[in-house]
């Protein structure tokens, strides 16, 4: 065992003569051409292969060597969004699994080469007349691509590799048109939020879709609110003593009005605007994003990133009443504690 890792570090430092940063580099580049070339070469097809998805009875996947990997991911992926899916080693479908292959059955094969010698003896025996298939392959002229229904290029130049030899553009660029035909089949599933939440009662997932905003957020005394009347220095004063990076401006009602943030404070100092003169009502925002104490976590986290400027915290609001407020900390430490009790 030693003679051999003796070998192997004695290989390695006669054969890399350059920095492994170049080498990273050159790698990352590689895959970039190959996204640049998968976005080049989507056409019709994938829409195509995406109705064949939603349209299926059942998709089996099969693959051989790295692409079953790519191959199982993409079954568990269509599994989560309620699918009917599974992987299929292609040695075992010809020796009894082949039965899993039912009337209605998408089958969708993975193969860098277009020729892999399994994948060819599966559709040698498959019952075409019943079955639908889709390939994905690095090759536009392969054996599987034209006898597929459907044939899905994930092109690449090469490997990352300096003798082109390890799967790892292959394999990724697979791995994202796989993930790509996921997305677009979730979203054109009416309930697929729905759909998730059942799949996904644990983890990460899960504690954003079927955790509620009520449930993490701030209220009663800790929420920091002010009228609007008050002076912009006691705004600041109720930001740096509740320390939740927001200052909720509202009527005698509690009705909010308006919010002010630390980063409010920030660009107010960088216009110079006196800040121990004048009212919180003349620089607070007056039409903020705001939230549903009903809406999920999920939602909450969307709200706060689908922006150009990304919130940090969302004042809770019940018909125009201010109910509390959450912060993206709240949302991350609650997916942390699920993922703590696991």
Do not use: W
Not at 188 to 213: E, F, K, R, W
Not at 295 to 303: C, D, F, M, P, V
């Amino acid at each position: 065992m030693r003679r051999g890792l003796f070998f192997f570090a004695r290989y390695s430092q006669t054969m890399n003569t350059s920095p492994l940063s170049d080498d990273v580099k050159e790698a990352l580049r590689r895959q970039r051409r190959a996204l640049d070339l998968l976005e080049e070469h989507l056409d019709e097809t994938y829409q195509a292969a995406v109705s064949a998805i939603l349209s299926a009875q059942q998709i089996v996947t099969s693959g051989v060597g790295k692409s079953s990997f790519v191959a199982q991911k993409f079954a568990a992926s269509l599994t989560s969004l309620g699918a009917t899916a599974r992987f299929m080693h292609s040695t075992d479908a010809l020796h009894g699994d082949l039965g899993a292959v039912k009337p209605g059955t998408l089958l969708v094969l993975f193969s860098k080469s277009g020729e892999t010698r399994e994948l060819i003896q599966l559709l040698d025996v498959i019952q075409r007349d019943h079955v639908r298939i889709v390939s994905i392959t690095s090759q536009r002229i392969s054996t599987i691509s034209d006898r597929a229904d459907i044939s899905l290029l994930a092109p690449i130049e090469r490997e990352f590799d300096r003798m082109n030899l390890l799967p790892s553009a292959s394999t990724t660029t697979a791995l994202v048109l796989a993930d790509l035909l996921v997305m677009s089949v979730s979203h054109q599933m009416p309930d697929s939020v729905n759909v998730l939440t059942s799949t996904h009662p644990q983890g990460a997932i899960g504690s954003l879709l079927t955790q509620v905003v009520a449930q993490h957020m701030h209220t009663g005394a800790s929420v920091p609110q002010i009228a609007p009347e008050a002076t912009i220095e006691g705004a600041i004063h109720e930001l740096d003593a509740r320390a939740l990076g927001i200052v909720c401006v509202v009527d005698e009602r509690g009705a909010l009005l308006g919010i002010l943030t630390d980063g409010d404070v920030r660009r107010l100092v960088e216009r110079g605007v006196d800040l121990s003169a004048g009212s919180v009502a003349s620089v607070m925002t007056s039409k903020p994003t705001m939230i549903s104490p009903t809406a999920t976590l999920h939602k909450a986290l969307h709200t706060m990133e689908s922006r150009q400027r990304q919130i940090g915290v969302l004042p809770v609001v019940d018909a125009n009443i201010l109910v509390g407020v959450i912060r993206l900390h709240d949302v991350v430490r609650a997916q942390i504690s699920v993922g703590a009790d696991r």
